[in-house]
């Protein structure tokens, strides 16, 4: 099965990323079939610079996309879908997110509420 997903290459700690066809068993560091363009986070303007053409072909013929290239595809105008979650949250930091929400929301409402002297 063939995907797009990125592979990582740069400097330490300044990243840049290929956008790549390869097999979805292998490691990104291996052989790929096709270069489709590059992604620079660090240049939010011009960082991103893609071959809509070859992607749309791959996208055609049967190719998946990883989550974070399907997110950079809709940002693109390429793809026309949602977004797609590319973070896993596990049940224990979801509880601990849900925990969290739980305690704020009580000082929120408290600080909503308009307190005049007519009403004290």
Known sequence: MLT???????KAKHANYRLIVSEKA????????????????????KGLNLKSDR????????????NTVHNLLVKAGINKEKKAKSVFLSTKRKVKIAEKKKKNEPTAAAEAKPTTPAAV
């Open 4 to 10: 797009i997903r990125l592979q990582r290459v740069g």
């Open 26 to 45: 292998r490691d990104t560091h291996d052989k790929y079939v096709e270069l489709l363009g590059t992604y620079n986070p660090h240049d939010k303007e």
């Open 55 to 66: 992607i749309q072909y791959w996208l055609g013929v049967g190719a998946t996309t990883s």
